[in-house]
């Protein structure tokens, strides 16, 4: 009898590594099948992308947000390790429609960008559908990060731009009237009245602002803070870009008056460029340790415990004697 159930376990254990083995078989089929699927309709998307990123400096930090997204998959897999695999066939087809009604109208309209945004929405419900919610909830903010990839629509990049432009170009008069005259007009400054010195869209900082934005998504998620720290963090790049875009025009005005107007030019391109990353990093860690001192960390839930456990009084080490030679 004994033996009859022994080998009745082995058989159902035997049985239930192949329906696990088989059920990772097909789902790793369903995946591979829906990644091409996936590849082969956004191919013209994706080369744009590629495009857009090569030509146009504003967007070109674009093409490091993959490259990150995957990092970040990479960092979570421990704790993907310990998902339960449970496709969500409802939300994830849900999605999926939802993709494809926003590229539908995106080719019926004209709208690229909203084209662009249907990609993302595509590999969101692909998640749902292959691994399930669990899954899901650890890569949420992966799949968001990935938006960032994606350049603005024409008339969103207009509202921001031009702003960006009349920002830098008023604090960069304001800092150099301290030092020599100037003036200006619109975008241009007249630098000791005989110098122009233009502020053209492309100096409007937006190439900037999307680069710190890649980095401070990316400090905010590796950095062991609150959510509200990494919030604050998150939208500080905005200031921090517009900081950093002055200073780099600044120097480029005392370039041209100093040496000359080639000087300038290259530093503001060429030198200028590579220094005000590391500045930003430098501002966002400044930014955290600021944080860090000002704002009060919460106690654990342990210490939280320790501190409210009453203590115990022990009787004296002479008083537990005489009792044992009482006893």
Not at 10 to 27: E, P, W, Y
Not at 102 to 108: E, K
Not at 276 to 285: C, D, G, I, Q, R
């Amino acid at each position: 009898m004994v033996k009859r159930i022994i080998r009745h376990r082995r058989v159902a254990s035997i049985s239930g590594k192949h329906d696990i083995q088989k059920n990772t078989m097909i789902l790793l089929a369903v995946t591979v099948l829906l990644l091409a699927v996936t590849a082969w309709s956004y191919w013209r998307i994706v080369a744009s992308l590629f495009r857009e990123w090569n030509i146009n400096d504003d967007y070109s930090a674009g093409q490091l947000v993959p490259l990150v997204a995957l990092f970040f998959v990479w960092r979570e897999r421990k704790n993907l390790r310990r998902c339960r695999l449970k496709p969500c066939w409802l939300w994830g087809i849900a999605l999926l429609i939802l993709a494809q009604t926003t590229r539908f109208f995106g080719l019926i309209f004209m709208f690229q960008s909203i084209d662009n945004y249907s990609l993302v929405l595509t590999i969101a419900g692909l998640v749902l559908i292959v691994a399930g919610w669990q899954v899901f909830r650890h890569v949420f903010w992966i799949i968001l990060f990935m938006f960032l990839m994606l350049p603005l629509p024409g008339r969103v990049h207009n509202l921001i731009s031009g702003p960006l432009q009349r920002l830098a170009t008023a604090g960069s008069v304001f800092i150099l009237e301290a030092f020599f005259p100037v003036s200006h007009q619109g975008n241009v400054m007249m630098l000791n009245e005989n110098t122009p010195l233009g502020v053209e869209e492309a100096c409007s900082g937006l190439r900037m602002l999307t680069a710190f934005i890649v980095v401070a998504y990316f400090i905010a998620y590796m950095v062991n803070r609150s959510r509200l720290q990494k919030a604050v963090l998150l939208i500080s790049s905005i200031p921090v870009a517009l900081i950093c875009n002055i200073i780099r025009i600044v120097a480029t005005a005392v370039l041209m008056l100093l040496v000359n107007a080639e000087v300038a030019h290259k530093f503001f391109h060429d030198f200028a460029g590579l220094v005000m990353m590391p500045a930003a990093v430098l501002l966002m860690f400044g930014e955290l340790w600021l944080m860090n001192k000002v704002v009060e960390p919460q106690p654990e839930p342990q210490q939280i415990h320790a501190r409210t456990r009453p203590k115990t009084s022990k009787p004296p080490a002479k008083r537990m004697a005489k009792i044992e030679q009482s006893l």
